[in-house]
Nanobody, 117 residues
Framework: QVQLVESGGGLVQPGGSLRLSCAAS????????MAWYRQAPGKPRELVAG???????NYADSVKGRFTISRDNARNTVYLQMNSLKPDDTDVYYC???????????WGQGTQVTVSS
């Protein structure tokens, strides 16, 4: 059974940094796309950043230059380094791992990020 465990969320002041981690278990994830999404109450979940098995990354325009996604296949872990945080970054952040061609799609439980002074 696949499990995703997120950590690293919390309260930070504007301009500060946080690093989210998502540890996956229950399969070998080196061939999976790994990504971070975020969602505010009453709004649809949106992609923040993704990274393919080959290391290609993509980012939402709102976080380009501030956030960096990375992965450690040996640890089955994906990270999201978030710098220069803004109040608009306040959301619940969700880890996602997927193999669309196999129909695999898994979500973490979410971790709250709050940017406030």
């Amino acid at each position: 059974q696949v499990q995703l465990v997120e950590s690293g969320g919390g309260l930070v002041q504007p301009g500060g940094s946080l690093r989210l981690s998502c540890a996956a278990s229950g399969s070998v994830f080196s061939a999976y796309v790994m990504a971070w999404y975020r969602q505010a109450p009453g709004k649809p979940r949106e992609l923040v950043a993704g990274i393919t098995s080959g290391g290609t990354t993509n980012y939402a325009d709102s976080v380009k230059g501030r956030f960096t996604i990375s992965r450690d296949n040996a640890r089955n872990t994906v990270y999201l380094q978030m710098n220069s945080l803004k109040p608009d970054d306040t959301d619940v952040y969700y880890c996602n791992v997927a193999r669309p061609n196999r129909g695999y799609n898994y979500w973490g439980q979410g971790t709250q990020v709050t940017v406030s002074s």
